[in-house]
Nanobody
Framework: QVQLVESGGGLVQAGGSLRLSCAASGRTFSSYVMGWFRQAPGKEREFVAAISKSGGMAYSAESVKGRFTISRDNAKNTVYLQMNSLKPEDTAVYYC?????????????????????WGQGTQVTVSS
């Protein structure tokens, strides 16, 4: 089991940047593929990005490609989401999750049902 705590959210103007962090407890962090999702009011939770256990592979949603970068530091039990060129439509609560499927499969990575552990979320608000 792993416990996750997100931080780094806030209010930023369009075009600005934020870096989200997700700190994990436990000694098994490096055994999980990690992902970031977001949920805007009245909308379903949406996949943002995922990163492999070693950090050697990453997969991002088309809507954030070229703007957001996922990374991880297994020595610090932390996964990051660097968000640049933010847009008002990026406004949402951002969650990190631990992916518990054994397959690195993009269809499964995009599904929140494949993540068993979640943090409490951090609010990101982008003003126009």
């Amino acid at each position: 089991q792993v416990q996750l705590v997100e931080s780094g959210g806030g209010l930023v103007q369009a075009g600005g940047s934020l870096r989200l962090s997700c700190a994990a407890s436990g000694r098994t962090f490096s055994s999980y593929v990690m992902g970031w999702f977001r949920q805007a009011p009245g909308k379903e939770r949406e996949f943002v990005a995922a990163i492999s256990k070693s950090g050697g592979m990453a997969y991002s949603a088309e809507s954030v490609k070229g703007r957001f970068t996922i990374s991880r530091d297994n020595a610090k039990n932390t996964v990051y989401l660097q968000m640049n060129s933010l847009k008002p439509e990026d406004t949402a609560v951002y969650y990190c999750g631990a992916y518990t499927n054994l397959l690195w499969a993009t269809g499964r990575l995009r599904s929140s049902n494949e993540y068993d552990y979640w943090g409490q979320g951090t609010q990101v608000t982008v003003s126009s």
